[in-house]
């Protein structure tokens, strides 16, 4: 199915660290690790959910 996706890096974790502090901390999201990024397929995440996601991500990450 066609789709988009974003792909998110870290100056401090590399993929896999990075995919696991977003596991662990709610909301739980969950990509996957490509060419060492995190990929989310934006097709599965609602604009809703868009918006939590970058509220958890600027929380979480402004603390690092």
Excluded at 6 to 20: G, P, W
Excluded at 36 to 46: N, P
Aim: aromatic letters at 8%; glycine letters at 6%.
């Amino acid at each position: 199915l066609p789709s988009w996706g974003a792909a998110l890096t870290h100056v401090s974790f590399d993929a896999k660290d990075l995919a696991r502090e977003m596991r662990v901390h709610k909301p739980h999201v969950f990509g996957r690790m490509q060419d060492d990024k995190v990929v989310f397929d934006l097709r599965t995440i609602s604009d809703a959910e868009g918006a939590i996601i970058l509220d958890m991500l600027g929380r979480r990450f402004s603390e690092v």
